[in-house]
Structure formats: C-alpha cells, structure tokens
C-alpha cells in the first residue's frame, strides 16, 4: 500500500528566504507526483504536475524535482513572500490505473507560515 | 472556463440523517473523483466515477455512494451519517479516466454532523 510523507509537518520563515519541502513515497511505481496548495477551509490547487519519466518542472518561483527510483520529491519555494503561506500538499498516482482503489494517494502535507 | 464547482458549501446535518452532495466537473471533463478530508486521515480517496460508471472505489464502507448524469456532473450520498463522517469532502475533475492526468478540485463542501 501507498504511503506518502511529509516533511517538516509545519514551517515558519521570515519572508524573503529561500525555502525546501520535502516529501517521500514507498511505493516507486508511481505515474505521476502533483504538488498542491491548500487555503485554510478551501479547495486545493494544483502547482506543479510531474510526470515519473520527467525530474523536475518549474512555475514562476516554484520548482519540484523528482526522484523515484529514491521515492523523493521536493518543492523549492523562492523569495517566499506571505502570500505563500498555506498547506502544501503531495500526492501521486498509482502506475496502474482501473484496477481498485487507484485514487491519489496524500500526504498529510507542510503547513507553511510566511512571517513578514 | 469556469472551475469545478461544488454545493452545497457547508451542511450540518444529524446522526442518523442521510445526505447529497453535488459537483460540476470542468466542462469537458468526463471523469469526476471524490476525497474525504479530515484532520486525522487527510485525504482519502473514495471513488472515482467516468462516463456514469463507477471505475474505482477507496476503503469506505457503503454508506458512501456516488452517481454520475450523462453531463458528467456528479453526486455523493452518505447514508445513516455518523458522527466521524464530519469532514470536508472534495470532488476532482480530469478530462481522461484514471489519475494520469491532471486533477483540478473543487472548494470542497464541508459537513458537519451532530
């Protein structure tokens, strides 16, 4: 069974710094790892989407990396500013999809405080 | 285009009491899958459902349940509700079946039950 992990569980930075979170996987036959954000009582949004043959993709001052073979990922957060401050959540895919309970499977995510 | 969409936005409902949940997938997004959120569990997947059809199904017992109409929008139904069905219950949209592409959520409709 899938089991994904997130690492530091909460963080808070003073704005401007240059930040990492981390998240882990057991299972490596994975179809894809997507990085969302979450907004106190709200939805999530989806940042960055890595596909398990790509290492890394980048969006303005966010840059994810993969490494499956290891069952890492990691998200770079620059300049943080107070905006960023919310849960940030990973999930993947399962390889195999339309067999059962194939779902994204989550972390319990990071939740990130920007001081300003 | 507009979002996912879901209603209502919160509930409070009684144990014992049975509830619909509604979501409108992006349009031309044919797959539509359902999350319950908790601050123990997190995120857990319950179903999936594309074309009308039912494709996966998490660990839930079946008090959950789920349809979807010909125009993709979705519902779940969660019967004789228990006091740990309190959670915020998400729906994603994909346009292809299965997680290998991108999920976009809803806001989520968040149930309360006393």
């Known amino acids: 069974k899938q089991e994904v992990t997130q690492i530091p569980a909460a963080l808070s930075v003073p704005e401007g710094e240059n930040l990492v979170l981390n998240c882990s996987f057991t299972d490596s036959a994975i179809y894809n790892l997507q990085w969302f954000r979450q907004d106190p009582g709200k939805g999530l949004t989806s940042l960055l989407l890595i596909q398990s043959s790509q290492r890394e993709q980048t969006s303005g001052r966010l840059n994810a990396s993969l490494d499956k073979s290891s069952g890492r990922s990691t998200l770079y957060i620059a300049a943080s500013q107070p905006g960023d401050s919310a849960t940030y959540l990973c999930a993947v895919s399962p390889m195999y999809s339309g067999g059962g309970a194939d779902g994204l499977t989550f972390g319990k995510g990071t939740h990130l405080i920007i001081q300003p | 285009k507009a979002g996912v969409t879901q209603t209502p936005r919160y509930l409070i409902k009684t144990r014992g009491q049975q509830v619909t949940l509604s979501c409108s997938p992006i349009s031309g997004h044919r797959s539509v899958s359902w999350y319950q959120q908790t601050p123990g569990q997190g995120l857990q997947f319950l179903f999936e459902y594309f074309s009308e059809t039912q494709r996966n199904k998490g660990n839930f017992p079946g008090r959950f349940s789920g349809r979807q109409f010909s125009n993709s929008r979705s519902e779940m139904n969660v019967s004789t509700l228990e006091l740990g069905d309190s959670a915020l219950y998400l729906c994603?949209?994909?346009?292809?079946?299965?997680?290998?592409?991108?999920?976009?959520f809803g806001p989520g409709t968040r149930l309360t039950v006393t």
């Open positions: 994603a949209s994909s346009y292809r079946a299965g997680v290998v592409t991108e999920q976009y």
